[in-house]
Nanobody
Framework: QVQLVESGGGLVQAGGSLRLSCAAS????????GNWYRQAPGKQRELVAS???????NYPGSVDGRFTISRDNAKNAVLLQMDSLKPEDTATYYC?????????????????WGQGTQVTVSS
């Protein structure tokens, strides 16, 4: 079993920065892809940023180069640096990791979700 713990959310003024962390623990062999999603009230959950095992990154949404996803393999963590924050970035942010685990001789690959961390940007 894998547990994901998110941290780093909070209240910040427009133009400010926050750094989100998603740390995984358990019988982890490797973390494959890592993703950050967000969901604002009344809106669908949207993909904000992705990073592959080799470090390739993708930002499919409207973050316009303001966000940077990275990974710390030594700590089994995926990070999201958010700069120049705007009020429209206000949402609950969720990490999603594709993780390979080992239980005895059995290897399993599946997705895990964090509990969500609130980011509020005031104007």
């Amino acid at each position: 079993q894998v547990q994901l713990v998110e941290s780093g959310g909070g209240l910040v003024q427009a133009g400010g920065s926050l750094r989100l962390s998603c740390a995984a623990s358990g019988n982890i062999v490797t973390i494959n892809n890592g993703n950050w999603y967000r969901q604002a009230p009344g809106k669908q959950r949207e993909l904000v940023a992705s990073i592959t095992a080799s470090g390739y990154t993708n930002y499919p949404g409207s973050v316009d180069g303001r966000f940077t996803i990275s990974r710390d393999n030594a700590k089994n963590a995926v990070l999201l640096q958010m700069d120049s924050l705007k009020p429209e970035d206000t949402a609950t942010y969720y990490c999603n990791l594709n993780v390979k685990t080992r239980s005895g001789s059995v290897l399993t690959v599946r997705d895990y979700w964090g509990q969500g961390t609130q980011v509020t940007v005031s104007s």
